[in-house]
């Protein structure tokens, strides 16, 4: 018996249709364009990428310190650095923010056959940032897909906010220790001590720089990649005013009106 191949196109048709015309979000993929596996997932997502526009950074995140990572590159349009970053409420359907570290990547790092050491990789750094990515679908619903279906759609990414003060002496910062909180109109809503489920962001940097960015030409001076959620994900409203806090490395701030 012969199987037809997995449809990357008309998946990645679906999604960018729906970023395209909200109105017409679907509540999942169809059942015949659902991705049977990561190859499949990162497939869509890299076609859903292209078509909105040149590579400016990644997301990167495992659900422990010993899981495969897995990542979504991240368009010019929806990465903003800045002091305080206002966007507007109107381009999201939901709006679930996360305080993340960031790192700057200031050398290319190209695809190549002899793995990147995490020396090469590191060398490749310039700073380490605060970060408030914002969370969204393209889904009618939030959270009602398949995992797959959900790392097809930009691994549910709907913008990075990166602060404009960070650290240079990246290596001295400690994300396991590293306090952070996360404030929304000026009230604490998480606090707490490092938090993020994949344990330290450089073994995420180097598994980016040798696996994940492959397909889309590796990792690039100037893009910026943020390391998964230290906070867990807070939905706010419109109008809220977010900062996330990382005390001796930097803040991120982010109005939605």
């Not at 650095?81 to 206002?86: I, M, P, S």
Request: with cysteine; hydrophobic share 45%.
């Amino acid at each position: 018996m012969s199987f037809a191949p997995y449809d990357a196109e008309s998946a990645a048709a679906v999604l960018t249709s729906a970023r395209l015309a909200p109105a017409q979000r679907p509540l999942t993929l169809p059942e015949f364009l659902r991705p049977a596996d990561e190859p499949q997932a990162y497939a869509v997502q890299d076609l859903v990428v292209r078509a909105r526009g040149a590579v400016a950074g990644w997301k990167v995140g495992a659900a422990s310190d010993t899981a495969t990572p897995s990542r979504a590159a991240l368009t010019r349009d929806s990465v903003h650095v800045g002091e305080a970053v206002a966007l507007n409420a109107a381009a999201f359907h939901v709006i679930g923010v996360e305080a993340e570290l960031v790192y700057e990547i200031v050398a290319d790092l190209p695809p190549r056959a002899l793995p990147y050491t995490e020396d090469e990789v590191l060398a490749a750094v310039g700073s380490v940032r605060a970060g408030i990515e914002i969370c969204d679908t393209r889904y009618a619903q939030w959270g009602e897909q398949d995992a797959l279906s959900r790392l097809a759609d930009q691994a549910n990414h709907g913008a990075l906010v990166v602060g404009t003060v960070g650290r240079t002496d990246f290596r001295n910062v400690a994300p396991l220790t590293q306090p952070v909180a996360i404030r929304v109109n000026g009230r604490a809503v998480v606090e707490r001590v490092g938090g993020n489920s994949a344990g330290h962001p450089f073994r995420l940097l180097v598994w980016l720089a040798n696996d994940g960015a492959r397909s889309l030409g590796g990792l690039k001076a100037g893009q910026w990649v943020t390391t998964g959620s230290c906070t867990g994900t807070e939905f706010v409203q419109p109008g809220a005013a977010v900062v996330a806090d990382f005390p001796g490395v930097g803040r991120a701030e982010l109005s939605v009106g």
